[in-house]
Nanobody
Framework: QLQLVESGGGLVQSGGSLRLSCAAS????????IGWFRQAPGKEREGVSC????????DYADSVRRRFTNSRNNAKNTVYLQMNSLKPEDTAVYYC?????????????????WGQGTRVTVSL
């Protein structure tokens, strides 16, 4: 059974850092693009960052560029999202998702498999 599990969320003060992990089971990530998405209360789910299967192509939302780093370790079947200089507006439930092959746009509709999400709360 194909499964994605996020971890690493929590409560952090503004300016702090967190590292989210997305671990896959039931399949290997080598052939999959992985996306990070987030959904704040009352808002639509939005793309944060997507990384191609090789790791050579990475896309970031403007709101997180230069603060967040998306990376992957295919040997560990895990993708990471390092989040630095966190702001209260980064507060959301963060999801990872997978789609086979390359991605065109880092949007939820492009992805087929989803984790259950991990909550990130950034306080003032």
């Amino acid at each position: 059974q194909l499964q994605l599990v996020e971890s690493g969320g929590g409560l952090v003060q503004s300016g702090g850092s967190l590292r989210l992990s997305c671990a896959a089971s039931g399949f290997t990530l080598d052939d999959y693009t992985i996306g990070w998405f987030r959904q704040a209360p009352g808002k639509e789910r939005e793309g944060v960052s997507c990384i191609s299967s090789s790791g050579r192509a990475i896309d970031y939302a403007d709101s997180v560029r230069r603060r967040f780093t998306n990376s992957r370790n295919n040997a560990k079947n895990t993708v990471y999202l390092q989040m630095n200089s966190l702001k209260p507006e980064d507060t959301a439930v963060y999801y990872c998702a997978a789609t086979k092959g390359l991605f065109n746009l880092c949007v939820p509709g492009e992805f087929d498999y989803w984790g259950q999400g991990t909550r990130v709360t950034v306080s003032l």
